[in-house]
């Protein structure tokens, strides 16, 4: 199970890279997460320091980044305290997105200037309840999301599929 939740899915990975190369946009991460106690190692034997990384032999893997490189701002709930789908760390997200906006020069970000993706439906509620846009990423058919992520931002985004969906 971990080695899957650490694996990049072939339609949103590069989604993500060409949102941020498209320069419009700020990308941010909010995840629940757990701090693990040290000393645990992965499946490999690797000792696991939570980052999620690229798994060997797949098409990310030598690109010299890690999943959360993908994101401008990246939100873990076990070191911030809050958890999905509490309000409190939704707003935090949006003055995360906004700070990292404006240095970027990109503007203000507003509640309603936010689109959250998520798989689990009481997540979405709980962005919406303050003001997001949402979009439901259902689990085996990110095409989908992406294709209608694509129209929403006017982004082109499945150009870069090297792999496809595993359903």
């Known amino acids: 199970m971990m080695r899957r939740s650490r694996t990049p899915d072939p339609y949103v990975y590069p989604a993500l890279k060409a949102l941020r190369a498209s320069g419009k946009f700020v990308l941010g991460a909010l995840s629940n997460t757990i701090a693990f106690p040290p000393g645990i190692r992965d499946d490999h034997g690797v000792l696991f320091g939570g980052e999620l990384q690229h798994p060997p032999n797949t098409p990310y893997a030598n690109d010299g980044t890690m999943i959360a490189d993908r994101f401008d701002i990246f939100i873990s709930s076990a070191h911030v305290g809050l958890r999905k789908p509490d309000p409190n760390i939704y707003e935090l997200a949006v003055r995360e997105l906004d700070a990292e906006a404006r240095r970027q020069g990109l503007g203000e970000v507003n509640v309603g200037d936010v689109l959250f993706l998520d798989d689990i439906?009481?997540?979405?509620?709980?962005?919406?309840?303050?003001?997001?846009?949402?979009?439901?990423?259902?689990?085996?058919?990110?095409?989908?999301?992406?294709?209608?992520?694509?129209?929403?931002?006017?982004?082109?985004?499945?150009?870069?599929?090297?792999?496809?969906?595993?359903?």
């Open 121 to 167: 439906g009481a997540n979405l509620k709980g962005a919406k309840s303050v003001g997001m846009r949402t979009l439901k990423v259902d689990l085996g058919k990110t095409e989908a999301a992406v294709r209608e992520l694509e129209e929403l931002t006017g982004v082109k985004l499945l150009e870069e599929v090297q792999d496809r969906a595993r359903l």
